[in-house]
């Protein structure tokens, strides 16, 4: 089955640095990449996806890319501000199989003001 | 619009005890999946409902099961419970009608199990 590795599992960032997280998969058949920020007692919230047809979509200060070829996508958070504290999951899946995702561990992103 | 609605939002059983959660999908989404998270953990697929039947199923015993009323709202039963059971159950849904947009899922706030 799919496995999905994410790294670093912690990060500390300065307020208005950038960070990324990255994020590798193991099942060539997987085309649907969807990134999920998850704050306390709350459930993961979609804030951007990528499918296996497009190598970079941006959405304000978040940007995702995507290696097929070396099975890597990553999240990139520009100019970062204290709200963007939290938990940040990668995923991945097939069309096919769009219910059954495959997570990443997490990634615990801090910004100190 | 209402999102994804779980309940309860915790729970504490006894070993051995079995325990239903229950999950109202979003407005207009007829698919819905249950996750298990354990703490520090990203979360692992149990199984997905759509029409009433379970679609697809993850790596969890039998002691995990489903169901899914008419109304696209869904329940999840868990049988002779266990210590490890302990976690954040999420339910996710979305519609079998999303076919050019996102595949993305809408999850709800989970409801924490606690095993003693």
Known sequence: ?113 | DAGVTQSPTHLIKTRGQQVTLRCSPKSGHDTVSWYQQALGQGPQFIFQYYEEEERQRGNFPDRFSGHQFPNYSSELNVNALLLGDSALYLCASSSSGDSSSNYGYTFGSGTRLTVV
């Open chain 1, 1 to 113: 089955g799919e496995n999905v590795e994410q790294h670093p599992s912690t990060l500390s960032v300065q307020e208005g640095d950038s960070a990324v997280i990255k994020c590798t998969y193991s099942d060539s058949a997987s085309n649907y990449f969807p990134w999920y920020k998850q704050e306390l007692g709350k459930g993961p919230q979609l804030i951007i996806d990528i499918r296996s047809n497009v190598g970079e979509k941006k959405d304000q200060r978040i940007a995702v890319t995507l290696n097929k070829t070396a099975k890597h996508f990553s999240l990139h958070i520009t100019e970062t501000q204290p709200e963007d504290s939290a938990v940040y999951f990668c995923a991945a899946s097939t069309r096919a199989n769009a219910g059954k995702s495959t997570f990443g561990d997490g990634t615990t992103l801090t910004v100190k003001p």
